[in-house]
């Protein structure tokens, strides 16, 4: 029942900079873990980065020192800022929550696309 909106997405150059948003409609502290995953058509769900209270934040080795979780929590919101972004990184992101009362679920997902 807890919704999840992801938005920022769009259309940026190589090299370019983008902020993707995930609103939660509860309270982010009722969050145990939040991840960002990405999807490339023809390729499987990518984990991105992640956030976890008390256990920081991970990023996979393809955005490491580009791509930073960040939060408002007086917003609801957990953001990725993805800098120095590369045709690569073109997909739908997803944010995905994890929940202290042990349920889940996703955001609608973000376009994302890079030019060369």
């Known amino acids: 029942q807890v919704q999840l909106v992801e938005s920022g997405g769009g259309l940026v150059q190589a090299g370019g900079s983008l902020r993707l948003s995930c609103a939660a409609s509860a309270s982010i502290f009722s969050i145990r873990l939040l991840a960002w995953y990405r999807q490339a058509p023809g390729k499987q769900r990518e984990l991105v980065a992640s956030f976890s209270w008390g256990g920081g934040t991970n990023y996979a080795d393809s955005v490491k020192g580009r791509f930073t979780i960040s939060k408002d929590d007086a917003k609801n919101t957990v953001y990725l800022q993805m800098n120095s972004v590369k045709p690569e990184d073109t997909a739908v992101y997803y944010c995905?929550?994890?929940?202290?009362?042990?349920?889940?679920?996703w955001g609608q997902g973000t376009q994302v696309t890079v030019s060369s």
């Open positions: 995905n929550a994890d929940w202290y009362n042990g349920s889940s679920n």
